[in-house]
């Protein structure tokens, strides 16, 4: 009885060190709207409409399952663009993200007033360990929870592995500069979402297409290597 006393404790204990909370903290206003997207916020757009902000508490590896939650509270005002907000040191200076514990901002941005940043592929790695990859034979080293980007050139044929002897290879080969292309180096068996918030899909093994919302996400809490 004891022994399995000592088990289920230490297994709440597991629990509650990967606990997440995610809570809608401000709600300044709400927006009526039936934008299904979540973009991030570019330091250039105008006229984006503050409704509230989501506090994010304790640490998890599932991105996809904190993203789906903060994609809930979002929609509950009207929310389809967001930018991280820093806390601040005592001397007034941003913090650096700490992915245990950080603030996000919602707002409302008319679609004529987005301005989207295209022509990038974007790469990322998992959440849990270094991920080598190949693009166009380049070798590169991405360590957990970061990202690099690369400039689009239409036409042009991508090919990226991820550098094992059982590994995954995909190529893509844009036509236009017009938009960016999202992909994720998963260490895990990924289930696709259908929900069409933070989808994943084009899977070829570990190597895997994301939705642009999420992927937005992902590049506002990881850290891009340059």
Not at 23 to 46: G, R
Not at 155 to 177: D, F, H, M, N, R
């Amino acid at each position: 009885m004891i022994k399995n006393l000592v088990v289920a404790i230490s297994i709440f204990c597991i629990h509650l060190c990967h606990a997440q909370n995610i809570y809608l903290t401000k709600v300044e206003k709400t927006n009526d709207n039936t934008d299904k997207f979540l973009y991030k916020k570019t330091e250039t757009a105008i006229d984006a409409e503050y409704l509230g902000e989501i506090e994010v508490q304790g640490f998890s590896r599932d991105d996809a399952a904190v993203f789906s939650l903060i994609y809930k509270k979002a929609k509950e005002i009207g929310a389809n663009t967001f930018s991280l907000k820093p806390f601040e040191n005592i001397d007034g200076t941003p913090q650096d993200l700490n992915p245990s514990n950080y603030r996000i901002v919602l707002y409302y941005t008319s679609k004529e007033k987005l301005i989207d940043q295209n022509g990038k592929l974007y790469i990322f790695a998992s959440s849990d360990k270094d991920q080598k990859i190949s693009v166009n034979k380049k070798d590169y080293l991405l360590p957990p929870r970061s990202y690099i980007t690369l400039d689009i050139i239409p036409g042009e044929v991508y090919t990226i592995s991820t550098k094992k002897l059982l590994g995954s290879t995909i190529k893509v080969q844009p036509k236009t500069s017009d938009e960016n292309l999202y992909f994720q180096v998963s260490s895990l068996k990924v289930k696709s979402d259908t929900s069409g918030t933070g989808g994943l899909n084009l899977k070829s093994g570990d190597i895997i297409g994301l939705e642009k919302s999420y992927a937005e996400f992902l590049s506002l809490i990881y850290i891009q290597n340059k």
